[in-house]
């Protein structure tokens, strides 16, 4: 199984909600990562999990909050967004976060709309 | 700030034409990496080149990489049109290179 899965595909919310993304992969991936894609834009990195640990920030706003319950889920919490914060956010795994010849594989993605 | 650019921004060619697309870099990098987005879905991974290879080959896919210019350019040949994607060139950057940043991508369209 070389998928990473993504729950849900579509989410529409206001800015006073509270909802979660999910991700899921059973590849045996020990580094699990958020991006955030806008418009035409490149994908641009939110979180890196290792080992179940939260390693890198890029300084995201804590409106995003990430959890990693164990090392095949990966969830993103979002509370009082707002509407610039409408993007496509991509959940992607890799085998390790540092080893530096290896790739990562991306799930397709959950379009969020904040109204 | 973005590590990789690429140009050009879009390209739009005829089925069975070579697609060339290009990516400059600011930093020393163990390796480059090309993904292809199909519109709004997740990234897949084409083709990794290390720093010490100058050109690689998957199936209709030719890398080849310049580390004194710090460029890459990515040749798919024989086009068809579910080529039509983003590709974005990438590279791992930071403390322990856990980060992957990516260009600003092509947007390719093939025309049947």
């Known amino acids: 199984d070389t998928e990473v899965t993504q729950t849900p595909k579509h989410l529409v919310m206001g800015m006073t909600n509270k909802k979660s993304l999910k991700c899921e992969q059973h590849m045996g991936h020990r580094a699990m990562y958020w991006y955030k894609q806008k418009a035409k834009k490149p994908p641009e990195l939110m979180f890196v999990?290792?080992?179940?640990?939260?390693?890198i920030n890029e300084s995201v706003p804590s409106r995003f909050s990430p959890e990693c319950p164990n090392s095949s889920l990966l969830n993103l919490h979002l509370h009082a967004l707002q509407p610039e914060d409408s993007a496509l956010y991509l959940c992607a795994s890799s085998q390790t976060a540092v080893r530096r010849h290896n790739e990562q594989f991306f799930g397709p993605g959950t379009r969020l709309t904040v109204l | 700030s973005q590590q990789g650019e690429e140009d050009p921004q879009a390209l739009s060619i005829q089925e069975g034409e070579n697609a060339t697309m290009n990516c400059s870099y600011k930093t020393s990098i163990n390796n480059l990496q090309w993904y292809r987005q199909n519109s709004g879905r997740g990234l897949v991974h084409l083709i990794l080149i290390r720093s010490n290879e100058r050109e690689k080959h998957s199936g209709r896919l030719r890398v080849t990489l310049d580390t004194s210019k710090k460029s890459s350019s990515l040749l798919i040949t024989a086009s068809r049109a579910a080529d039509t994607a983003s590709y974005f060139c990438?590279?791992?950057?930071?403390?322990?290179?856990?980060?992957?940043?990516f260009g600003q991508g092509t947007r390719l369209t093939i025309n049947p």
């Open positions: 999990y290792s080992y179940e640990k939260l390693s």
């Open positions: 990438a590279t791992k950057v930071g403390e322990g290179a856990q980060k992957l940043v």
